[in-house]
């Protein structure tokens, strides 16, 4: 049998091809190899405030952007995760076992709720990684695709699965991680110690996956570098190593070939060009997404949801029974 892999997105902001890169250009390369599960996490999206019908229609576009990419629904379900309760209960379940110094360590609460205060963070905010742990444990996930900044959040899955186990009896698969080396961080292009954000205060931060030819071109050429001139691949050069690997991924290159390719030319050379890579990238996926109606997105996650909600129903029941409730 194959193994199963689960990972998802947030549906807020606007996506950029550091979540591309990241994430789902991996997934369309993995579900040939694994029984694949995705989904649009729009419950861990209001653990920061949302307007609703905002949080509505960008819910659409992650699942077209899923599709556009490649994410093949005939090969792995794709769905909504509020569609699924079994996710909140399990979160909650997960909630008793979890240890609060557990959830003060994680770096991504510090950073998220630096941003305004500790004091007006939610308990949402605060908690998610467990209910990250539940939507993995809960479709006994063996490999979960994800970013550099998020292994802390998977470790805390692992744990919580082992000290389940270990007080009920075998019952969740310990999960892994799943990384790219390339693609573990695509960085900010305004700022190559932080990683790219689609909450970034400057547009210049990103590349939008729905942004136009001349905007990419713009935002490239603004991109900062490193002192030199010599396009080389190195980790005393972060801005230009971040733009290499972004090249080398959208053009099926290594980074060797990249600087092979650009040996003796200049940094503007490579910044021109590494636009057109993009923009190359950018237009048929949005032409794909543009042709996908709503209607057809929404009928795909619903048959989706009726595939996983059977396992996620019987995971929960078996849960249940061990803690000790009726069912």
Request: with cysteine.
């Given at each position: 049998m194959k193994k199963r892999i689960f990972s998802g997105i947030q549906p807020s902001g606007?996506?950029?091809?550091?979540?591309?890169?990241?994430?789902?250009?991996?997934?369309?390369?993995?579900?040939?190899?694994?029984?694949?599960?995705?989904?649009?996490?729009?419950m861990h999206a209001i653990t920061v405030p949302q307007?609703?019908?905002?949080?509505?229609?960008?819910?659409?576009?992650?699942?077209?952007?899923?599709?556009?990419?490649?994410?093949d629904p005939k090969k792995c379900s794709i769905f909504i995760q509020s569609h699924i309760c079994e996710h909140a209960e399990l979160g909650w379940i997960l909630n008793t076992i979890t240890k609060i110094p557990e959830l003060e360590k994680m770096t991504q609460f510090k950073d998220k709720s630096a941003k305004d205060s500790r004091e007006s963070a939610s308990a949402g905010l605060f908690d998610y990684p467990v209910l990250m742990a539940a939507d993995i444990v809960l479709y006994d996930t063996q490999l979960v695709p994800v970013g550099k900044d998020q292994k802390q959040h998977i470790e805390l899955a692992r744990t919580l699965a082992q000290r389940f186990n270990h007080k009920f009896g075998e019952t969740f698969v310990i999960p892994e991680a799943y990384t790219k080396?390339?693609?573990?961080?695509?960085?900010?292009?305004?700022?190559?110690?932080?990683?790219?954000?689609?909450?970034?205060?400057?547009?210049?931060?990103?590349?939008?996956?729905?942004?136009?030819?001349?905007?990419?071109?713009?935002?490239?050429?603004?991109?900062v570098t490193d002192s030199g001139s010599e396009v080389v691949y190195q980790e005393d050069k972060p801005a230009l190593k971040n733009l290499i690997n972004i090249y080398s991924l959208l053009a099926d290159k290594t980074p060797k070939e990249v600087e092979k390719l650009f040996a003796g030319k200049k940094y503007s050379d490579f910044?021109?060009?590494?636009?057109?890579?993009?923009?190359?990238?950018?237009?048929?996926?949005?032409?794909?997404?543009?042709?996908?109606?709503?209607?057809?997105?929404?009928?795909?996650?619903?048959?989706?949801?009726k595939k996983v909600r059977p396992l996620a129903k019987k995971k929960l029941e078996e849960v249940k029974k061990k803690i000790g409730f009726i069912v």
């Open positions: 606007n996506l950029h091809i550091g979540n591309y890169l990241g994430a789902i250009q991996n997934w369309v390369k993995l579900q040939k190899e694994y029984d694949s599960i995705f989904c649009v996490v729009d307007e609703p019908e905002t949080l509505r229609r960008r819910t659409i576009e992650i699942a077209k952007i899923y599709l556009a990419a490649g994410i080396k390339e693609s573990e961080n695509i960085m900010g292009l305004d700022d190559p110690t932080k990683k790219m954000s689609k909450s970034a205060k400057s547009e210049y931060n990103y590349i939008a996956l729905n942004d136009d030819a001349e905007t990419v071109r713009k935002k490239i050429k603004k991109a910044k021109t060009e590494l636009a057109e890579v993009i923009i190359k990238f950018l237009a048929p996926f949005q032409k794909k997404i543009g042709e996908l109606s709503d209607e057809k997105v929404l009928a795909i996650m619903e048959d989706g949801a």
